[in-house]
């Protein structure tokens, strides 16, 4: 399993609250979450974010209110897969529950910017950025989270195996 695209960088502790600001959670409805992913962060996220795009941020992203909304919206605006130094524990777990893969790798973090093209291999956890012709070696993903996402997330990953 890969994933590629075009990266927006972020920085230290991107919250739940800018990545889904609290006035939009009277949705649940994926499509209506990815309109307002990132606005109060990046008002051009939603206009420039195509299929397989990815973000990079720095340390905690994901921090703040326990909401699955925040993965949601990321997942549901097209990004195929999140990079960062570290992930607040919550969004991790709400992240892979709902088939959004993330992967914690503070070199790739570091060395990847806005606008690069990405590469990201599951299966050897090796991170291309294509624009510089670097490469990061970041955490593969197990095989039973790979079966999470590729299920689009453990309840349909669990209603498959029953």
Request: hydrophobic share 40%; charged share 25%.
């Amino acid at each position: 399993m890969k994933a590629s695209g075009t990266v927006f960088k972020y920085g230290d502790n991107v919250d739940t609250d800018v990545i889904i600001p609290a006035r939009y959670l009277n949705s649940s409805d994926p499509k209506e979450l990815a309109v307002h992913c990132m606005e109060d962060i990046d008002k051009e996220f939603v206009s420039k974010v195509q299929q397989g795009d990815l973000i990079v941020a720095d340390k905690n992203f994901g921090c703040g209110s326990s909401r699955e909304h925040a993965p949601i919206a990321i997942k549901a605006s097209g990004v195929s897969c999140v990079i960062a130094e570290t992930f607040a524990r919550i969004f991790y777990r709400n992240a892979i529950n709902i088939g959004l893969p993330i992967i914690e790798c503070p070199e790739a973090a570091q060395g990847i910017e806005n606008g690069d093209e990405v590469e990201v291999d599951f299966d050897s956890g090796v991170i291309t950025n294509k624009t510089k012709g670097t490469a990061f070696q970041g955490q593969a993903f197990p095989e039973f989270m790979q079966k999470i996402i590729k299920a689009e997330g453990l309840v349909n990953y669990i209603n498959q195996k029953g």
